[in-house]
């Protein structure tokens, strides 16, 4: 760990915090992608083999148990923060799910709730900020807990103040139990970061826009104002032709070039 | 730590949607159950898709999927403001590699996709409309479902997809970005150019496998 924390260290003396494209989002280009490289280098020399290992490794119903534990523990403050959203029924559906699945599901090994048809959701602290109307602030990119923003870090300091696994005792068990967490978490993920490399043109852009519209979609539950994509971004300075809510093919004239005159054919051949 | 958002990826798995033997001027939620369902079933059926076989997947998608995508669309949308400024030949291309990208994409997801179970929603809107957003819900055992969205629009050749929005995350909106920054770097051709080179890395990797 102290390895790391040198290594850390001395990223943080080697970048200059530089801002390279501009995005009013990310003041903190320099800084963050200095980080996120020392992420990938982290990732590709420990956690994902570590990850490999323990996907090819393990039996999936070993894999399921252990992500179903740390699920059913994080229901908790899923219920809580949605409470503090003023959302009672989805609180108390979280509620439900941690008892049921504490009980009848052996200390959450088993997720009968789901069975039962009680939803899991998605919830932090951050999230409840943004709830109430806190912007999302610059985006950070932290050591090995990856992307975040202002409000998000902020959100995430009370998340694991309020952790189950964080505050267990003793500490080699906590440890543990941390470290197991994560290889899961990570193993879950093999599949979305190989997409990410064959999908990107440049990763840490991809992964920034994505976690921005993520958590910015979580926020609103699924259901974000459509027209209004740039609410958090109002008072920005930046470019805002790039990030402006997606417009319609059919407020250009329609350009269906390409693929027109192969669906004209199909049309013929299949229409009815 | 690679990050939240990486879990939105994970399920462009099902940018499986989109077939073709459907009526033109069908609803456009029928066109995509239908076209899902019948990509599921070809899957459950063949062997090969399975094991990842990337030219039948290549195949499944080209002849399946790719019909109901409106690629010049797509592009121009993630082009944004440069769109303007390219010539018809530039355009051209861009939409070419583009579209190979996303397919070889797609071609990666479609070999991961393992037994999720997919929620049809009910289409939200009026019959007069020519711009709607289908929404497919996909849950895999205990896992918070992940919802898959698209951006649809009717025209004269049936509904057309222009963007997909997977967990909140838009394809079009996350290219957006990096072409904007690589076109202030080194123009429209350099764009074109790293497509090409993304492209090609990618076919002899798909190839080695």
């Given at each position: 760990m102290s390895k790391l924390m040198?290594?850390?260290g001395m990223l943080l003396l080697a970048c200059g915090c530089a801002t390279t494209g501009g995005d009013a989002r990310d003041p903190f280009e320099g800084f963050n992608r200095s980080m996120y490289g020392f992420n990938q280098a982290v990732d590709q020399a420990v956690l994902k083999p570590v990850a490999q290992a323990y996907k090819q490794g393990l039996p999936e119903i070993v894999q399921t148990g252990v992500r179903n534990f740390f699920s059913n523990l994080a229901d908790v403050f899923i219920s809580v923060n949605n409470l503090l959203q003023g959302k009672v029924i989805e609180a108390a559906n979280d509620g439900m799910r941690f008892a049921v699945n504490t009980t009848i599901g052996g200390l959450g090994l088993l997720d009968w709730a789901s069975e039962m048809g009680l939803e899991k959701h998605n919830e932090d602290f951050g999230q409840t900020f943004g709830r109430w109307g806190v912007g999302d602030g610059p985006y950070i990119v932290w050591p090995v807990f990856g992307s975040s923003t202002a409000r998000d870090s902020v959100g995430g300091v009370f998340d694991i103040a309020v952790d189950p696994v964080s505050n267990h005792k003793p500490v080699?068990?906590?440890?543990?139990?941390?470290?197991?967490r994560l290889v899961g978490k990570r193993a879950d993920l093999l599949d979305a970061s190989r997409l990410l490399e064959e999908a990107a043109l440049d990763k840490y852009v991809f992964e920034r826009d994505a976690y921005l519209q993520r958590r910015r979609n979580l926020v609103f539950d699924g259901n974000p104002p459509r027209?209004?994509?740039s609410l958090n971004q109002s008072s920005e300075t930046g470019d805002l032709s790039e990030h402006s809510p997606v417009q319609?093919?059919?407020q250009h004239d329609a350009v269906l070039s390409l693929s027109g005159q192969a669906e004209g054919e199909r049309l013929r051949v299949d229409g009815r | 730590?690679?990050?939240?958002?990486l879990l939105a990826v994970v399920a462009v798995v099902s940018l499986i949607a989109a077939g073709s033997t459907l009526a033109q001027d069908g609803?456009?939620?029928?066109?995509?159950?239908?076209?899902t369902l019948e990509i599921i079933d070809l899957i459950a059926k063949d062997k090969d898709l399975q094991s990842g076989d990337q030219k039948k997947i290549v195949a499944v998608i080209e002849s399946k999927i790719l019909p109901h995508f409106n690629?010049?669309?797509?592009?121009?949308l993630a082009v944004a403001t440069n769109w303007e400024k390219s010539t018809a030949e530039q355009r051209k291309q861009l939409t070419e590699e583009f579209k190979t990208l996303l397919v070889r994409t797609y071609s990666s997801a479609l070999s991961t996709y393992r037994n999720q179970r997919f929620d049809f929603r009910p289409l939200r809107a009026k019959p007069t409309d020519t711009d709607v957003t289908v929404q497919v819900k996909i849950s895999q055992g205990s896992r918070e479902a992940v919802s898959l969205e698209y951006d649809m629009e009717k025209t004269p050749y049936g509904w057309k997809v222009y963007d997909v929005r997977i967990a909140g995350v838009s394809l079009v909106a996350s290219y957006r970005t990096e072409f904007a920054n690589e076109i202030r770097a080194h123009g429209v051709d350099g764009l074109i150019k790293s497509l090409v080179a993304k492209n090609q890395g990618q076919g002899l990797r798909a190839e080695r496998r």
């Open positions: 040198l290594g850390f080699a068990a906590r440890n543990a139990m941390n470290l197991v027209e209004a994509a319609t093919p059919a | 730590m690679v990050g939240r958002a609803a456009p939620d029928v066109l995509v159950k239908t076209v690629f010049a669309a797509m592009t121009r």
